[in-house]
């Protein structure tokens, strides 16, 4: 046992010394035409130190970050993005529907209709919900073979949307409130007063966090009951929003900025300059803040907001699978693997 156990630490060390001598490719325009599968190559690549601490982005010998881009065609102007834990769907605002594609390799799997302009998808752990910006609904898919379960009313103009661990949170962009639905059925169990425009919403384990997009602000409810914690300023016009495990990042779509908040208080810990000419998703892998938006996907380093990493393209939807970041190209109708 002993001399199998140094023989798979030799090997990890080993490989970790062979990235360091991978050869840089050259770069290839990310806005061309691909087919399915065809790999983009960017330049120079970075060295990912958070793979050090990610078993399956060491299984994969996935050292760098961002180099490359693997693109699958999707439905029409994908926007939002979920991982199921072996897929990746995407809301397809232009289509009326919801792609399902396996994370491994991009495979199709599946297309499946849903209400009017399919703005975010979030999973439930068995279920992939959809919100149908027109239809004020939201779709219920069993994850599995993409069965329809459900269409249940919210309000007026449904956003991203997330999962308590219980409940499915919606913000209603036209009402400036949140919904809170049971998913084993869809009741309403509520409905909660928030700032202007709500856009996107987060949960930390406790509380739900919503971007007020009129009103340049986070507001905090706890998911119990739905009572409001705290409404905190952050930059102008905020969409994306994402958990770290400790702090709350909000992507200010009209500031060019990203802002960390500390969870457990809303204090602000710092905003960060993102040179994404209107940043809009965000996501954590477990190390790093990506950052989509209309002319970049920008990386930040979550102990500090340093950038560490930036790839010309314009994205929305962003999703982490456990070792590969997944993004939108709405205008091209296809999602990009990094």
């Not at 002993?2 to 030799?10: L, Q």
């Not at 991009?106 to 703005?119: A, Y």
């Not at 929003?241 to 990042?249: C, E, S, V």
């Not at 929305?316 to 970041?325: E, M, N, P, R, T």
């Amino acid at each position: 046992m002993k001399t199998r156990i140094a023989i798979s630490v030799s090997l990890i060390v080993v490989a970790l010394a062979m990235a360091n001598l991978l050869p840089i490719q050259a770069q290839k325009p990310i806005n061309q035409p691909v087919q399915a599968g065809a790999e983009l190559r960017m330049q120079p690549p970075k060295l990912d130190a958070g793979a050090r601490r990610n078993p399956l982005k060491i299984a994969l010998l996935h050292w760098y970050l961002a180099d490359t881009a693997t693109a699958f065609p999707v439905g029409n102007q994908p926007y939002g993005l979920c991982f199921d834990g072996a897929n990746i769907w995407t809301a397809n605002f232009a289509g009326n529907n919801v792609t399902k594609i396996r994370a491994s390799d991009g495979q199709l799997l599946g297309t499946f209709d849903v209400g009017g302009q399919p703005f975010g998808v979030t999973f439930d752990g068995a279920n992939v919900w959809a919100s149908n910006e027109v239809d004020n609904t939201v779709t219920k898919l069993r994850a599995s073979d993409g069965k329809t379960l459900g269409t249940f009313r919210t309000g007026t103009f449904p956003g991203w949307t997330a999962f308590d661990g219980q409940s499915l949170w919606v913000p209603n962009a036209r009402d400036n409130t949140v919904s809170k639905l049971r998913t084993t059925d869809g009741k309403i169990l509520g409905t909660f007063a928030v700032g202007n425009s709500p856009a996107a919403i987060a949960f930390d384990g406790a509380n739900v966090w919503v971007t007020n997009d009129g009103s340049s602000s986070v507001t905090k409810l706890r998911a119990l009951d739905g009572a409001v914690l705290g409404t905190f300023g952050v930059g102008t016009n905020p969409l994306g929003i994402a958990f770290d495990g400790a702090n709350i990042w909000v992507a200010n779509r009209n500031s060019n900025t990203v802002t960390e908040l500390r969870a457990s208080d809303g204090v602000v810990l710092g905003t960060f300059p993102v040179p994404a000419n209107g940043p809009y998703g965000v996501v954590f892998d477990g190390t790093y803040i990506w950052v989509s938006g209309d002319s970049s996907l920008v990386i930040l380093r979550a102990s500090d907001g340093a950038q560490v990493a930036s790839r010309k393209l314009s994205s929305v939807g962003v999703a982490f699978d456990g070792a590969y970041v997944w993004t939108a190209e709405t205008n091209n109708n296809r999602v990009l693997k990094f």
